[in-house]
Every structure is written in C-alpha cells, then in structure tokens.
C-alpha cells in the first residue's frame, strides 16, 4: 500500500511539476497604438524605451496585421481565433455571440488562472476569467467607472495609471503561485479624444513634430473611398474635441466660436459625437482641472492669436502639431506603466518562465494621407505593432516580416500553453516564427475584411489580399472599384496601378489568390448581405 501511495505521490508531483512549467502568458494591448509611434518602429515621433525593451530581449513582427480594423471586431478576432464574418462580429454595432468559445475559457478550463483589466469595449462582459474589471464601452480618461465581475466601481485617478495598478494589485495580492497565469492588460490610450494626465499634458505640449510626407495628400490615383472617407484632420478633426481648443469662457473667444464648434465634421456626424464633447474633461474634479487648464490656458490663446491669419494649410499643421502633442503624451504614459509592470516581473521572478505581448487592436493614421484614425487596409491602419518576449525560447532582438495577423494570437497562446486547439480556429500558431522555424511556415498573404458603413468617418466597405509584395483591394457595397499597390515600389500607397497594362497578370494571379483565400476562409458576397444594414 505504501508503496502506491509512494507512486501516487510521485505522479502527483510530476503533474504539478509538469503544470508549474507552462508559461503565464502578459497580453499588453493598447487601443489605436499606431506603429509609427513605437521607438522600436520609427524613432522620428517617440521614445518608447520600456515597449521597446520587449522587442529588444524578443521579436518584433514589420508586418504584423489586422483582418478588420477596427476597435470591437478586432478583439473578436483575437479571442475567437476566426475572421469577423464567421465569429458574427464585423463591427462596432452588431453584437458579439457570447455562446461562442473563446481562448481564456480554454485557458481556464486547463487550469490556468485567468484575469483581464482595462479596455474590452465589447458590448459583454468577458467569459473565461476568474477575475476582471473593464470599462464600460469606450470608458474615460480621467476618474473611469469599471464593470466587475461583483460590483461596478469608480477609481480616481488617469486611466493609464489605474488599469496597471488594477494588473499589479492582482498579482499581489490574488495571483495562486501554484498556475501559470493568463492576464489581458488592456488600454484605453491612446484612444480618440486622447487625453493625457496633466503632466504629460504640459510636457508634450512644449514639442514640435515632423509633418508626414503625405499630410497634404489630394486622393488622386486612387479609388473614390480614400477622398469621400471623413477622417482628414483639417476638415473633420474638431478644434474643441480633439485639438482642446477649450476657453475657460465660451465668450473668451469672441468671433472665434464659430470656428471652434463648426470647424470639422459635418453636422449629422458630429451630432453623433457630440456626447464626447468635453465629456472626458468634464469628469475632472477641482484639483484636476486646475491642473489640466494650466496648458488649456495656452492652448487657447495660441489658437486666438494665430488661427483668424493662418491659411488653410498653416491651419492643418497647427491641429497636426495639437493632435500629435496628445496622441504621444498618452503614449508616453503607457510606456511609463508597461515599465512598471516589467519591473514588476522581474522583481518577482516571473521574468523567465512569462511570454509578454505587445499589440494595439489595429495601427492608426498619425497624419498620412492627412488623417486620422483607422479601417483602411492601407498599411498605418491595416498593421499594427507586435512584439513578443519568451526569454530563453526566443532570441533576443529578431525581426520577422512575415504576414502574420491578430487571427494568430489564440493558436499561439494555446500552442505555447500545450493546450488543444479547437478545429474551427481559422489562424496559425505563430510559435515556428517565434523559434525561426522559418520551414514551418507557408503562408504567402493574408485577407482582410472591413464593413462599418455608413458610419462615424465613412470608410467605404472592403476586402482585400497582401502579401509582401502586393495589396489588392475592392471597395463594394455603394460602389464597384479596385485597387492594386505594389508595396515594395510604393511604400506610402500613393499610386493605383489596377489599370496599368505592365501589372495586368500580377493583378489576375492576386485575384486568383483572393478568391482562393476567400473560399479557404468561409467568406462570399452572400455573407456580406447578411450584414448590410
Ligand atoms: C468613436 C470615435 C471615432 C472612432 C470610433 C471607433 N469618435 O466614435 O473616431 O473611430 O469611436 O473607435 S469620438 O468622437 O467618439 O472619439 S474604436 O476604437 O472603438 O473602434
Ligand atoms: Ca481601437
């Protein structure tokens, strides 16, 4: 009998051993993080040195993308393993299925322990967690409401802040050592209106950034959805909202205030944002908002000085310089508190044995193409950043162009977990990448799918095919017109070639790519019908 039990014991033990091995798994994701603003990418707007140091002790993917970019669907994406016409969830309006499997629930029935904090934006609450607490929709910058599990609560403070001392809280206090832990720390930041805390408010607000080569951009050589879209920073970009063109006094600014509440959207959309008006700020108590309207202040009398003599072009790069202070100081407080919570590892000994994830739900426009914000499969939108440290597994400081998509990240993660993946899950594991197995990996190009129309910035719908070499594109719905890039020759995607005699075959063979890729893929023009509105 003791002898069993000696056995049993020893079983016992090698099962808990065996278990204790497989890795925590830190998904960092922050909400409309463009590339272009991860040192790591391009060192010409930020210094990101904590986001960066993720790459530098791992990998960095150049071509990393989305396969529909945009806020809700792309999480979909990421927790069901699958394109947003087979998970249901193709855009920020129709409702997500929640009797559908996602990878936490996966990870908890296997016995990990499961937590998420911060930004789902989803319309339901997440299955699959032991613990979370995420902000309703959008949520706020400043003093955000939470959604629990238990009870909702508010928490004072910048948003930024709070959702890492909500991850580091956790850790210390409910993390059970005896799991591998999967945890989803998500941002708000930099999300639109980009609100910084008041510090980094002043900070960037002292800085001048360099222009795009493409602010200026007239949607010549390209199909009509690039010049109807309503995402241009000078024309749609309101001065109040987004720039913080914000007087203490409405009357301060005299004349001006038509400028400030008419500039931008027309009315019909910007009726639909005008609950944002201010709401962010608005949430400020007293000692927050005399912190914030110190730079207020300047701001607006920057904007009555100079803007009744500026032309339209000096006007454009005045709201660049406003929009790009925000956008970055945001950013700058997320790499602040991603360095905390790598500290935070490394201090307790979870550095080895944890594989850290940075992504962003897609990229965004930092002004090319005059824009802002997101949903085309051009390539600031249609990338997005992903970094990935597995110490001892990964080797430091690689780089991979591969076409690799937020449909990948659940295989992944059930891969790297030895958990079995459900055969209905459309991506692949990105692991042979990770460990240079470069044979392992076959795919040539990646589909994409974009459909809220008509909606806020009037992004016509449509599909589409890259590889590294080729972008392929229709725009259907209201219109029937294609695009073809050659992204090596064009890398600002500048010059339509779809009706260029010399590309004609290419053009045919990416077609046939297309169609192929679509059908692999389960997607038609009839389950597109199925979520026109
Ligand atoms: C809001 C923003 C848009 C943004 C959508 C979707 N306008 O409507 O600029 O595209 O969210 O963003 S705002 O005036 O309300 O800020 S997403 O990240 O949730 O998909
Ligand atoms: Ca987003």
């Known amino acids: 009998m003791k002898k069993y039990i000696g056995v049993l014991f020893l079983v016992c033990n090698s099962f808990v051993f065996a278990q204790d091995k497989r890795p925590n798994i830190l998904f960092i994701m922050s909400d409309d993080h463009a590339y272009q603003a991860i040192s790591a990418y391009n060192d010409k707007l930020i210094q990101t040195p904590n986001i960066d140091k ?37 855009d920020n309006i129709f409702p997500f299925d929640t009797t559908q499997m996602t990878f936490p629930q996966l990870f908890q029935k296997a016995g990990y322990q499961t937590a998420m904090f911060g930004k789902l934006h989803f319309g339901n609450n997440p299955k699959g967690f032991d613990d979370f607490l995420i902000l309703p929709g959008q949520g706020h910058y400043i003093n955000p409401k939470f959604i629990g599990k238990e009870k909702d609560t508010i928490i004072t403070g910048y948003v930024t802040d709070v959702i890492t001392d909500l ?67 000078f024309e749609h970009m309101h001065l109040m909202q987004d720039n913080k063109v914000y007087p203490k006094t409405i009357q301060q600014m005299g004349d001006l205030v038509k400028d400030i509440t008419y500039t931008g959207e027309s009315r ?48 454009t790069i005045w709201k660049y310089q406003r929009y790009m202070q925000d956008y970055l100081a945001t950013i700058s407080s997320v790499d602040d508190n991603v360095g905390r919570v790598l500290d935070y ?69 059930l891969d790297a977990a030895s958990i079995k993946v459900p055969n209905d899950m459309q991506g692949e594991s990105l692991l042979p990448l990770l460990f240079e197995d470069q044979k392992k990996w076959t795919r040539e190009a990646v589909y994409y799918h974009y459909y809220e129309f008509p909606s806020v910035h009037m992004v016509k719908r449509h599909y589409g095919i890259v590889s590294k070499e080729y972008k392929l594109v229709h725009y259907y719905y209201d219109i029937d017109e294609w695009e073809f890039f050659d992204r090596k020759a064009d890398t600002m995607e500048l010059n339509n070639l779809y009706d260029n005699p010399k590309y004609q075959q290419i053009i045919l063979t990416m077609k046939k790519k297309l169609k192929k890729l679509r059908k692999k893929y389960k997607d038609s023009d009839e389950l597109s019908q199925k979520y026109l509105y």
């Open 167 to 233: 991850t580091l809280n956790w850790f210390d206090e409910k993390r059970d050592s005896s799991k591998p832990f999967l945890m989803m720390y998500l941002h708000k930041a930099p999300h639109r209106a980009w609100w910084p805390s008041p510090e980094k408010f002043e900070e960037f607000y002292q800085k001048e950034f360099p222009l795009p080569e493409t602010l200026f951009d007239d949607y010549s050589n390209r199909a009509s959805a690039a010049s109807s879209a309503e995402m241009n920073i």
């Open 345 to 413: 590892l490394k201090e307790n000994d979870l550095e080895d044995n944890t594989i850290v994830v940075y992504t962003s739900d897609q990229g965004f426009y930092l002004g090319e193409h005059g824009w802002f914000d997101k949903r085309f499969i051009y390539n600031e939108s249609f990338k997005t950043p992903l970094l990935i440290r597995w110490p001892n597994k990964i080797r430091p400081g690689i780089t991979n162009d591969e076409m690799v998509q937020n449909l990948d990240f659940a295989q992944t993660f």
């Open 268 to 315: 019909k959309i910007k009726k639909a944002g005008a609950g944002e008006f201010l709401r962010p700020f608005r949430r400020a108590n007293k000692r927050q908002e005399e912190q914030y309207r110190k730079t207020l202040d300047k701001i607006s009398t920057d904007f009555k000085n100079k803007w009744p003599n500026m032309s339209d072009k000096e006007k």
């Open 54 to 90: 993720i790459a530098q002790e791992g990998i960095l993917f150049s071509n990393a993308s989305v396969t529909n970019s945009i806020c809700a669907p792309s999480r979909a994406t990421i927790l069901t393993g699958k394109f947003s016409h087979m998970n249901g969830k193709v």
